[in-house]
């Protein structure tokens, strides 16, 4: 069941990727839609959701998609509202195309986001691949995330503007392991629901 979230005059639909980003102070303002790691599974449960709340008659007025992100830019903990998303793993350059850009697809290879909010705008890569090491000189945006350009598609593919909200949780060393990541998802998710607090007092 999606549940949208009243945000003073707009009714959001918040997406997260995993369960342990999803901490208490998040929990006490919102249920999201869990969609699972990756841009595959992002794509697939945003896209089923927005099918089943357009034809319920309940498309939301905007969507929020928050949780953690990689940077080698942006200092650990903060805490960046998304100006543009770009897809990593896509690289049809073997047949004259830029990499990032789908074919015969009429998108940009940078998605635009909405930016509604007093925060740091940050670009951001999602894609299949945790990012860590050397593989950080494969990435020109400021951050990396695995389901941002996922949800962004399907956002735009049924006219719903999306907010990104990512905070820094890694980056941009190599990763020992599951338990780096975890270190600072406890403080993000009080971060993030400060500007999730920003965003109720935007709309209310």
Partial sequence: MVELTQLGAKRALFVMAAEPEYGPHLRARFMPLITGIGPVEAALHAGIALARLEAA??????IVCLGS???RR???GSIHQIGSVSWRDMDASALGVEPGVVPYLDEPKDLPLDTPLDLP???LSSGGDVVSGDH???VSADMVDMETYAVA???RTFGVPLVGLRGVSDGPGELAGAHDWHKLLGYLDGELAKAVDLLAALYG
């Fill in 153 to 155: 598609r399907a956002a």
């Fill in 57 to 62: 008659g309940s498309l939301p007025d905007l």
């Fill in 136 to 138: 950080w000189d494969r």
């Fill in 121 to 123: 705008i940050a670009t």
């Fill in 74 to 76: 942006c200092a650990l």
């Fill in 69 to 71: 992100a990689g940077s």
